[in-house]
Nanobody
Framework: QVQLVESGGGLVQSGGSLRLSCAGS????????GYWYRQVPGKQREWVAL???????NYADIVKGRFTIYRDNDKNTMYLQMNRLKPEETAVYYC?????WGQGTQVTVSS
Protein backbone atom coordinates (compact mmCIF):
# COMPACT_ATOMS: atom_id res chain seq x y z
CA GLN A 1 0.00 0.00 0.00
CA VAL A 2 1.43 3.35 -0.99
CA GLN A 3 1.94 6.05 1.64
CA LEU A 4 1.01 9.61 0.74
CA VAL A 5 2.22 12.88 2.23
CA GLU A 6 0.68 16.23 1.29
CA SER A 7 2.31 19.60 1.53
CA GLY A 8 1.86 23.12 0.22
CA GLY A 9 -1.18 24.34 2.08
CA GLY A 10 -1.32 27.72 3.73
CA LEU A 11 -3.03 31.08 3.90
CA VAL A 12 -3.77 32.97 0.70
CA GLN A 13 -5.95 35.92 -0.19
CA SER A 14 -9.06 35.56 -2.30
CA GLY A 15 -8.03 35.35 -5.94
CA GLY A 16 -4.61 34.00 -5.07
CA SER A 17 -2.89 30.74 -5.93
CA LEU A 18 -1.41 27.76 -4.15
CA ARG A 19 0.18 24.55 -5.29
CA LEU A 20 -0.36 21.38 -3.27
CA SER A 21 1.94 18.39 -3.51
CA CYS A 22 1.29 14.73 -2.75
CA ALA A 23 4.37 12.57 -2.52
CA GLY A 24 3.92 8.81 -2.90
CA SER A 25 6.19 6.28 -1.25
CA UNK A 26 7.12 4.35 -4.36
CA UNK A 27 6.98 4.08 -8.11
CA UNK A 28 3.68 2.21 -7.89
CA UNK A 29 2.07 5.60 -7.25
CA UNK A 30 2.68 6.59 -10.86
CA UNK A 31 0.61 3.59 -11.99
CA UNK A 32 -2.38 4.49 -9.82
CA UNK A 33 -5.21 6.90 -10.38
CA GLY A 34 -4.65 9.87 -8.10
CA TYR A 35 -7.37 12.00 -6.54
CA TRP A 36 -7.65 15.26 -4.65
CA TYR A 37 -10.47 15.82 -2.21
CA ARG A 38 -11.29 18.56 0.27
CA GLN A 39 -13.30 18.71 3.45
CA VAL A 40 -14.77 21.49 5.52
CA PRO A 41 -15.45 20.61 9.18
CA GLY A 42 -18.96 19.31 9.56
CA LYS A 43 -19.36 18.59 5.85
CA GLN A 44 -18.76 15.58 3.65
CA ARG A 45 -15.46 15.15 1.87
CA GLU A 46 -15.77 16.59 -1.64
CA TRP A 47 -14.01 15.27 -4.74
CA VAL A 48 -11.97 17.92 -6.54
CA ALA A 49 -9.91 16.32 -9.32
CA LEU A 50 -8.42 13.08 -10.59
CA UNK A 51 -5.57 12.01 -12.81
CA UNK A 52 -5.23 8.62 -14.45
CA UNK A 53 -1.92 6.81 -14.75
CA UNK A 54 -1.83 7.79 -18.42
CA UNK A 55 -2.24 11.44 -17.57
CA UNK A 56 -5.90 12.04 -18.40
CA UNK A 57 -7.61 14.35 -15.95
CA ASN A 58 -11.07 15.26 -14.76
CA TYR A 59 -12.35 17.99 -12.46
CA ALA A 60 -15.35 18.90 -10.39
CA ASP A 61 -17.35 21.54 -12.23
CA ILE A 62 -16.75 24.12 -9.53
CA VAL A 63 -12.97 24.07 -10.05
CA LYS A 64 -12.76 23.57 -13.82
CA GLY A 65 -10.66 26.21 -15.46
CA ARG A 66 -9.03 27.25 -12.17
CA PHE A 67 -7.39 24.08 -10.82
CA THR A 68 -4.91 21.83 -12.59
CA ILE A 69 -3.92 18.34 -11.48
CA TYR A 70 -0.69 16.87 -12.80
CA ARG A 71 2.02 14.45 -11.79
CA ASP A 72 5.77 14.04 -12.01
CA ASN A 73 6.35 10.31 -12.18
CA ASP A 74 10.11 10.70 -11.76
CA LYS A 75 9.42 12.20 -8.34
CA ASN A 76 6.42 9.97 -7.52
CA THR A 77 4.53 13.18 -6.80
CA MET A 78 1.12 14.50 -7.75
CA TYR A 79 0.23 18.20 -7.69
CA LEU A 80 -2.81 20.41 -7.55
CA GLN A 81 -2.29 23.92 -8.85
CA MET A 82 -5.10 26.10 -7.55
CA ASN A 83 -5.69 29.54 -9.07
CA ARG A 84 -8.29 32.23 -8.39
CA LEU A 85 -9.07 30.72 -5.01
CA LYS A 86 -12.27 31.67 -3.22
CA PRO A 87 -12.92 31.97 0.53
CA GLU A 88 -15.46 29.14 0.36
CA GLU A 89 -12.65 26.85 -0.77
CA THR A 90 -11.09 27.01 2.66
CA ALA A 91 -10.77 23.35 3.66
CA VAL A 92 -8.40 20.53 4.44
CA TYR A 93 -7.21 19.07 1.17
CA TYR A 94 -6.41 15.36 0.91
CA CYS A 95 -4.79 13.25 -1.76
CA UNK A 96 -5.85 9.68 -2.35
CA UNK A 97 -4.72 6.68 -4.35
CA UNK A 98 -6.28 3.26 -3.94
CA UNK A 99 -6.95 2.73 -0.23
CA UNK A 100 -4.32 5.25 0.81
CA TRP A 101 -4.96 8.78 2.05
CA GLY A 102 -2.59 11.52 3.00
CA GLN A 103 -2.81 13.34 6.31
CA GLY A 104 -4.33 16.44 4.75
CA THR A 105 -3.08 19.97 4.32
CA GLN A 106 -5.00 23.07 5.40
CA VAL A 107 -5.84 25.69 2.80
CA THR A 108 -7.26 28.95 4.10
CA VAL A 109 -8.49 31.61 1.69
CA SER A 110 -9.10 35.00 3.26
CA SER A 111 -11.64 37.44 1.87
Amino acid sequence: QVQLVESGGGLVQSGGSLRLSCAGSGSIFSRMTGYWYRQVPGKQREWVALILSGGSTNYADIVKGRFTIYRDNDKNTMYLQMNRLKPEETAVYYCNAGHSWGQGTQVTVSS
